[in-house]
């Protein structure tokens, strides 16, 4: 089992996807981390947007086997690619609310705003998609777990203890 973290500004209970906000990397879906640090970056900083609650970070635990095998359908991205770059890219830029894939989970390096950036340069022409990740492999990327449907949050479940 692996510990996943989400990052928010109320404790999150029940994962109901229509409080997921469409145009996100990956998707309209529920985004967790592997690193606690990020989720506690991520509370803070919807805790300021929001204006409300307090920086919480919610615990769930995964049994990573499901990620090969052939429980889910699974798209991993080690690193920033051209695939990587062109999925986010049609994630983001959608006008629609539905998803524009039909994986379970994406794993993948975060489009932070330094990302975006990049992102918008590419739209405008400015650069190349080549350039584009040759500018974001260089960049420290963490690390982002979508889950898009029901199938795949039902295999998260939360931790009996809590952390000290």
Not at 104 to 116: L, Q
Request: proline share 4%; aromatic share 12%; with cysteine.
């Amino acid at each position: 089992m692996i510990e996943l973290y989400h990052g928010s500004n109320i404790e999150i209970e029940n994962i109901d996807f229509r409080f997921c906000k469409p145009n996100k990397d990956f998707g309209k879906g529920f985004y967790l981390t592997d690193i606690f640090q990020q989720a506690v970056d991520m509370a803070k900083r919807r805790t300021s947007i929001v204006g409300s609650g307090s920086p919480t970070v919610t615990t769930f635990l995964f049994n990573e086997n499901h990620l090969t095998d052939g429980t889910l359908n699974v798209l991993l991205f080690e690193n920033p690619t051209r695939e990587w770059a062109e999925f986010i890219l049609s994630n983001r830029n959608s006008n629609k609310n539905a998803f524009h894939h039909n994986y379970d989970i994406v794993i993948g390096p975060v489009a932070d705003d330094g990302v975006v950036f990049q992102l918008d340069r590419y739209l405008e022409g400015i650069i190349t998609i080549d350039e584009l990740v040759k500018q974001l492999t260089y960049r420290k990327l963490n690390r982002q777990y979508f889950f898009g449907t029901e199938k795949a949050i039902n295999l998260l479940s939360r931790p009996t203890s809590t952390r000290p």
